[in-house]
């Protein structure tokens, strides 16, 4: 089993960075496949802390090959940031350690204007991006008028996407936005060639790469951003990230086909969060959500945004398995739920006097439904020196039993804290990622 997919099977913010650091000891290659630098994984390292947007969360291991796919879109002056903290951390970010697709879509100074500016004609209704131009950006991709990577090596062409692009942009923002903000085509342009030396070494041939990899047994993982919920197509629409953020678009952004996957580990919070607008059954508006977000420290790795939480919702569990055709669960952050008396499950929801069957796609059925919770007894203990599931309150090991009893996926491993060390791997069959201790 030499390829795994590790995804978010929530709103995102599950702890994904923290399990795929943890998993790949033993990783060749790690891939990140979607996404931009408004998703973060933050990693915690002998109570070291590392926030990552860009970089594959494999960076942290010194023999591990690292990859940005084509489904990411890059932000160039975020990229080149990120690299030189890193390497003031001491950690090798050369082009033999990382390599960009040349295919990935770059995120451009007008992409973060017309972000901004959306979301502020929007007023009340706004989605509640980041205003980091993530969406523009993807919709460039589909428009078919993209600035790619590998559009830096090729000046000419690069010239005329930028002075095109450029027109169009200012009067979108000048019509459309009513906005003062205008660009000057040839100041991005010379920002461009100004950075254009320092990612070029970093192109690579990102399906090339990987297919060599797995013809040649190397284990390789792949990363996701963000959580099912807010994939493009199946999430909480509108309020849902711009990419497709399930396991079955690793292949579709890394190039490869999908019969080369070999295991889906979904990425569980013990409870649930979200950020921004949307939907959001199993929130709680008391004073318990105020603790899960104090103690759990829910706040954004990028935005620092305070996060809505509530208790973990098996319903949208469910979709969550079947869309991505998980076959292990991982949960994070058992430890926050040390302290509570009653731990609450969303196991059903009703809508207008009826039984709803499955997470409806429905914004206004989710923002009405009642939500029928399972009680199960809390705990006192501190988790954190925890290392093994028999060692685990018995009320803490109930809880993870009927989370696999209820969502039908095994359960292959849990965290009690932030640290690298603070992380338990319950079951042989996802061993093979770890490698020597």
């Given at each position: 089993?030499?390829?795994?997919t590790?995804?978010g ?26 996404g931009?630098?408004?998703?973060g994984h933050?990693l ?11 970089i594959?969360s494999?960076i942290?291991?010194p ?26 951390a001491g ?7 990382l390599?960009?697709?040349g ?19 929007l007023?009340e ?6 205003g980091?131009?993530i969406?523009?950006?993807?919709e460039d991709?589909v428009s078919r008028?993209?600035?790619?990577a ?14 095109a ?6 009067k ?7 906005s ?5 085509a040839?100041?991005?342009l010379?920002d ?6 320092r ?5 690579t041939?990102?399906?090339l790469?990987?297919?060599q990899?797995i ?7 792949f ?8 994939d493009?197509?199946h999430g909480t ?5 711009s990419?497709n953020t399930?396991?079955a ?20 919070k013990?409870?649930c969060?979200r950020?921004g607008?949307g ?17 759990g420290c829910?706040?954004?790795t990028?935005t620092?945004r305070p996060?809505?939480c ?5 319903v949208?569990?469910?979709?969550a398995?079947?869309?991505n055709?998980?076959d292990?669960l991982?949960i994070t952050?058992?430890d926050?739920l040390?302290?509570?008396p009653k731990?609450?499950i ?7 006097g009826?039984?709803v069957?499955?997470f409806?796609c429905?914004?206004?059925?989710l923002s009405?439904a ?5 009680e ?5 203990e501190?988790l ?8 685990l309150?018995?009320q803490?090991q ?8 209820i969502?039908g996926?095994?359960?292959a491993?849990?965290?009690?804290g932030?640290?690298?060390?603070q992380t ?13 201790a």
């Amino acid at each position: 089993m030499p390829v795994a997919t590790v995804v978010g099977v929530q709103w995102g913010d599950e702890g994904k960075g923290k399990v795929v650091d943890y998993l790949t000891s033993a990783a060749d290659v790690v891939v990140r496949f979607q996404g931009g630098n408004n998703a973060g994984h933050t990693l915690v390292i002998d109570g070291k802390k590392t926030a990552l947007r860009l970089i594959p969360s494999g960076i942290m291991r010194p023999n591990t090959r690292c990859l940005i796919a084509s489904g990411v879109v890059l932000d160039p002056d975020a990229f080149l940031g990120e690299l030189e903290e890193l390497k003031q951390a001491g950690l090798d970010v050369s082009p033999s350690r990382l390599g960009v697709a040349g295919e990935v879509q770059l995120i451009l100074p007008y992409h973060k204007a017309l972000d901004k500016e959306r979301e502020t004609k929007l007023a009340e209704n706004k989605i509640g991006t980041t205003g980091k131009g993530i969406g523009p950006a993807y919709e460039d991709a589909v428009s078919r008028c993209g600035v790619r990577a590998c559009d830096l090596k090729h000046p000419y062409r690069l010239r005329d996407l930028i002075h095109a692009n450029v027109e169009i942009k200012n009067k979108i923002l000048k019509h459309v936005f009513d906005s003062e903000i205008q660009f000057d085509a040839e100041c991005v342009l010379a920002d461009l060639e100004r950075i254009a030396d320092r990612i070029s070494p970093y192109l690579t041939n990102v399906s090339l790469e990987v297919e060599q990899a797995i013809k040649n047994k190397k284990v390789v993982v792949f990363e996701g951003a963000q959580g099912t919920l807010l994939d493009v197509a199946h999430g909480t629409y509108p309020y849902v990230t711009s990419s497709n953020t399930l396991a079955a678009f690793a292949c579709a952004s890394a190039g490869i086909g999908p019969r080369q996957i070999d295991l889906v580990l979904g990425i569980c919070k013990a409870y649930c969060t979200r950020v921004g607008g949307g939907p959001f059954p199993s929130e709680d508006c008391t004073d318990q959500g105020d603790r899960l977000r104090a103690v759990g420290c829910e706040f954004g790795t990028v935005t620092g945004r305070p996060r809505r939480c509530g208790w973990l919702d098996l319903v949208a569990l469910e979709k969550a398995i079947r869309l991505n055709g998980v076959d292990y669960l991982f949960i994070t952050k058992l430890d926050v739920l040390s302290g509570f008396p009653k731990i609450k499950i969303a196991v059903s929801y009703s809508w207008q006097g009826s039984n709803v069957d499955a997470f409806p796609c429905s914004g206004e059925i989710l923002s009405e439904a009642e939500v029928t919770y399972e009680e199960l007894d809390g705990w006192s203990e501190d988790l954190g020196a925890v290392r093994d599931f028999k060692d685990l309150p018995t009320q803490a090991q109930a809880v993870l039993s009927r989370i696999e009893q209820i969502s039908g996926r095994p359960i292959a491993g849990f965290s009690v804290g932030p640290d690298r060390e603070q992380t338990v791997v319950m079951r042989d069959e996802i061993r093979w990622l770890l490698g020597p201790a």
